[in-house]
């Protein structure tokens, strides 16, 4: 079955940076375009950024464009997301999803359980 278990969440200063990691297994990974979506407290999901099945196109929602960077790696079967110039809004539970491909890349059928990121001072 499909599992998505993400990992190297924690506590960061603003300003800070923090890469967060998603292990994927039960389905061939390289096939698929991939996304980190996230959850505040008190809020709905938002979707962050997605990634071709190569890893050679990257997409940005406009809150994190030029300080989140999105990558993948297909031997590891493995998804990242480097996060830098943190900001206390990004506090939230990150998720990494399994999206529905090129044009409906913020919609996913699968999620991880979620790591916690908190930017406080």
């Known amino acids: 079955q499909v599992q998505l278990v993400e990992s190297g969440g924690g506590l960061v200063q603003p300003g800070g940076s923090l890469r967060v990691s998603c292990a994927a297994s039960?389905?061939?990974?390289?096939?698929?375009?991939m996304s980190w979506v996230r959850q505040a407290p008190g809020k709905g999901l938002e979707w962050v950024a997605g990634?071709?099945?190569?890893?050679?196109?990257?997409y940005y929602a406009e809150s994190v464009k030029g300080r989140f960077t999105i990558s993948r790696d297909n031997a590891k079967n493995t998804l990242y997301l480097q996060m830098n110039t943190l900001k206390p809004e990004d506090t939230a539970l990150y998720y990494c999803?399994?999206?529905?491909?090129?044009?409906?890349?913020?919609?996913?059928?699968?999620r991880g359980q979620g790591t916690q990121v908190t930017v406080s001072s």
């Open positions: 039960g389905f061939t990974f390289s096939n698929y375009y």
């Open positions: 990634v071709n099945r190569g890893g050679s196109s990257t």
């Open positions: 999803a399994r999206a529905l491909g090129l044009g409906r890349i913020t919609e996913s059928d699968y």
